[in-house]
Each structure stands twice: as structure tokens, then as C-alpha cells.
């Protein structure tokens, strides 16, 4: 079982930044592939950024050059860095963990990000 706590949600100018966290506890982080997801009103939920157990990254065609996401194994945290924020990355931001061995996925309870004009 993993739990995951998000924080760093808020409302922010378009053009301003936010740092979303994740904190996660329950099992091996280290063994865990990450990843922030988003859901906006209306829509489906879409992966926004992945960082896997060896670091690799992906990110969305939309937020690449402007999110970051790395992770803390030590502190079993990972984090969103999103500058130069557009109205259109407005949405509840989840965190998920994938438990690769396991083949099981879990999630956080979401943060909100509004990004006004």
C-alpha cells in the first residue's frame, strides 16, 4: 500500500510559477516510477510529466521546457517545478506512484492549480 499527500496547489498570474510536492510513504520509493497527472474541468485525466526508478523522464508535448519533475528517494518526496504557467495548465494535479514488481498504481487525493489571465 502507498499513500500520497500532494501540496503546493494554488492560484497563480499567467507567467508565474509554482512548486507542487508530493510526499509519499507505505512501501520502497526507490522502486516506485513517478509521475503528475492532470484532470481539467470537462476533460480527461492526461499524464503530465513521469519520472521512473532510474530517473528518466518524460514529459507532456504541452509542458515540456516549462515543468520539471525530479524526486528525492531519500525523502520519498517528487516534485513538480512549473514556470511560465498558462491559464491552460489550470486543473487538479494528481500524484501517482507505480509500483513496477506489483503492476499496481496508486494515487493522491489531488491538488487544484488555476492559472488566471
Known amino acids: 500500500q502507498v499513500q500520497l499527500v500532494e501540496s503546493g496547489g494554488g492560484l497563480v498570474q499567467a507567467g508565474g510559477s509554482l512548486r507542487l510536492s508530493c510526499a509519499a510513504s507505505g512501501n520502497d520509493f526507490s522502486n516506485n516510477d513517478m509521475a503528475w497527472y492532470r484532470q481539467a474541468a470537462g476533460k480527461q485525466r492526461e499524464l503530465v510529466a513521469r519520472?521512473?526508478?532510474?530517473?528518466?523522464?518524460n514529459y507532456a508535448d504541452s509542458v515540456k521546457g516549462r515543468f520539471t519533475i525530479s524526486r528525492d528517494n531519500a525523502q520519498k518526496m517528487v516534485y513538480l517545478q512549473m514556470n511560465s504557467l498558462k491559464p491552460e495548465d489550470t486543473a487538479v494535479y494528481y500524484c501517482?506512484?507505480?509500483?513496477?514488481?506489483?503492476?499496481?498504481?496508486?494515487w493522491g487525493q489531488g491538488t487544484q492549480v488555476t492559472v488566471s489571465s
Open positions: 519520472i521512473t526508478r532510474g530517473g528518466s523522464t
Open positions: 501517482n506512484a507505480f509500483v513496477v514488481w506489483l503492476s499496481l498504481s496508486y
